[in-house]
């Protein structure tokens, strides 16, 4: 007997995310985490919360951390919503604005969790290719966003690393819906914003921007994150959400993590040093790196074998992340390669010779 689920459950696949071992011993580069512990001030926040009172819920608006991070990017604690993980803020904007068969559209390649959610939703998913350039092509940009409920956009993009400038994002606006800025990777940019954007008023009341403490402060085991937008979109996504979506020892977390800035820049100082560091060899060993503004690169090897790649690396205990994309139609090439996160100095070497022993068995 079928299970009754429904229709747009059963067509699904699922989102499918990378490796996990629970296992010491690997060099994880497959998941853009940090590599580098979170602040010692967050670890004492941690303890402070777990000998606190666990025993009563905790805040449902989160108002230290809405605080903290208002006053971080100059706008007013209504205007943020803190999330379990910003993937739960993707989820409450998905349910806050679409409904089934509405259109939501996104860079391919780029996040391939805003079509999944998009489809348990049942909305219709409308990719925008980019080219080899990759960028769009912003008549078909403007065609297909110009209907759209929302518009997802990665900026730093991932798995390429690349950002679009306020005027490309711009060819992204749905006539009577959102564009959804997913900052995951925002700190990392070559010109970090805070929120700038949002007071431009091309963009005011039709932008969200998200963001997650899960890479720049490294609390990926956390869970948390928060979107950026208008008081009164945010007071219409706050019904959406669980009443007590974030925990008490992650709120006390977050606003310690998000209130110490110097730690922060500091590993992102490190991060983007090792990867200028792995740009520079990467070639040496036949590869061809893009230029990234994230804390990852994105990679072809001129063998084309990257699935080999990364399975000889895998054999020496060392994840990264095999990705596959499909082209725009059947017979269009599609996009293959490696995406490595940056890890530290010491990984990056390990990387590096794991990497010049895999290719000279190919
Ligand atoms: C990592 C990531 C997120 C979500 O991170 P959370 O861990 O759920 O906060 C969202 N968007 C992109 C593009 C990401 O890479």
Partial sequence: MPLPFRTAIQQIGGYVPGEQPQATGWIKLNTNENPYPPSPKVVEAIQNAATGRLNVYPDPMARSFRKAAAALFDVDPDCILPANGSDENLTILMRSFCDAGDAIVYPYPSYVLYETLAKIQGCDVRRLHLNDQLNWDAGEATDLCRSAKLTFVPNPNSPTGNCWTPDELEQLLPDDGLLILDEAYGDFANTPHRGELLKQPRFHQRMVVTRTLSKSYSLAGLRFGFSIA?????????????????????????????????????????????????????????????????????????????????????????????????????????????????????????????????????
């Fill in 230 to 362: 208008d008081e009164q979109l945010t007071q219409g996504m706050q019904k959406v959400k669980d009443s007590y979506n974030c925990d008490a020892i992650a709120i006390a977390a977050a606003t310690a993590a998000i209130e110490d800035q110097d730690w922060m820049l500091e590993n992102r100082g490190r991060i983007l040093a090792t990867r200028q560091r792995m740009a520079a060899e990467l070639p040496k060993l036949g590869f061809v790196a893009l230029p990234s503004q994230a804390n990852f690169l994105w990679t072809t090897h001129s063998s084309g074998r990257h699935k080999d790649i990364y399975e000889g690396l895998k054999q020496q205990q060392i994840l990264v992340r095999y990705m596959q994309f499909s082209g725009k139609s059947a017979d269009a090439e599609g996009l293959e390669g490696l995406r490595i996160t940056v890890g530290t100095d010491a990984e990056i070497d390990r990387l590096l010779q794991a990497l010049e022993t895999t290719i000279s068995r190919l």
